[in-house]
């Protein structure tokens, strides 16, 4: 399987600056036949399920602020919120579908500062 | 607006087997690989495994031995059945729709049941 790594596990932000968070993954997710990276990154409030914000590691999902963006390519990748606001404090995961089992990080958790 | 609603015991026993049905509503489960995610306690994310509407499935190899997925399309519903559970299974279970074919990356979630294992 592969395996993706976040980092920071958690990470307090002041609100309107900027928040990034990175994922490493344990093998390449680009695939070489249309060179698109196999990655989405994910925000999860408490008592909801996980919202997809961005897939092709940089393609933001339909309804998703822009001040969300995606970056990174082969193995690390990264979320960045351009200006952070309250209804951003979240769990945010990134994954593969590179393969089978599509897999997860074990997500960062964002606070407000 | 697609909707996905999961239903199911809440508390299953040791040994025995957890059962939960997704009803997809606002659209048809046709034309769409669907799959099942359970979510540990302060944890991460796992994924179980898909079912296509029709019938064609994918599993985990982590919990192949134990998961059965299946569709009714009549009903516009697919069900996740796990067997042998043990506590390690207590967890949410969501069920999720693939944005696109054999790409899975999930863009409709029901709310997700808390199952529960425990005697």
């Known amino acids: 399987d592969i395996v993706m790594t976040q980092s920071p596990d958690s990470l307090a932000v002041s609100l309107g600056e900027r928040a990034t968070i990175n994922c490493k993954s344990s093998?390449?997710?680009?695939?070489?036949?249309?060179?698109?990276?196999?990655f989405a990154w994910y925000q999860q409030k408490p008592g909801q399920p996980p919202n997809l914000l961005i897939y092709w590691a940089s393609t933001r999902e339909s309804g998703v602020p822009d001040r969300f963006s995606g970056s990174g390519s082969g193995t690390d990748f990264t979320l960045t919120i351009s200006s952070l606001q309250a209804e951003d404090v979240a769990v945010y995961y990134c994954q593969q579908y590179y393969s089978t089992p599509p897999t997860f990080g074990q997500g960062t958790k964002l606070e407000i500062k | 607006q697609v909707q996905l609603q999961e239903s199911g015991p809440g508390l299953v026993k040791p040994s025995e087997t957890l059962s939960l049905t997704c009803t997809v509503s606002?659209?048809?489960?046709?034309?769409?690989?669907w799959s099942w995610i359970r979510q540990l306690p302060g944890k991460g994310l796992e994924w179980i495994g898909y079912?296509?509407?029709?019938?064609?499935?994918n599993y985990n190899p982590s919990l192949k031995s134990r998961v059965t997925i299946s569709v009714d399309t009549s009903k516009n519903q697919f069900s996740l059945k796990l067997s042998s559970v043990t506590a390690a299974d207590t967890a949410v279970y969501y069920c999720?729709?693939?944005?696109?074919?054999?790409?899975?990356?999930?863009?409709?979630w029901g709310q997700g049941a808390l199952v529960t294992v425990s005697s």
């Open positions: 606002g659209g048809s489960i046709s034309n769409y690989y």
């Open positions: 079912i296509y509407y029709s019938g064609s499935t």
């Open positions: 093998q390449s997710v680009l695939h070489s036949s249309n060179n698109k990276n196999y």
């Open positions: 999720a729709r693939e944005k696109w074919e054999l790409l899975p990356f999930f863009d409709y």
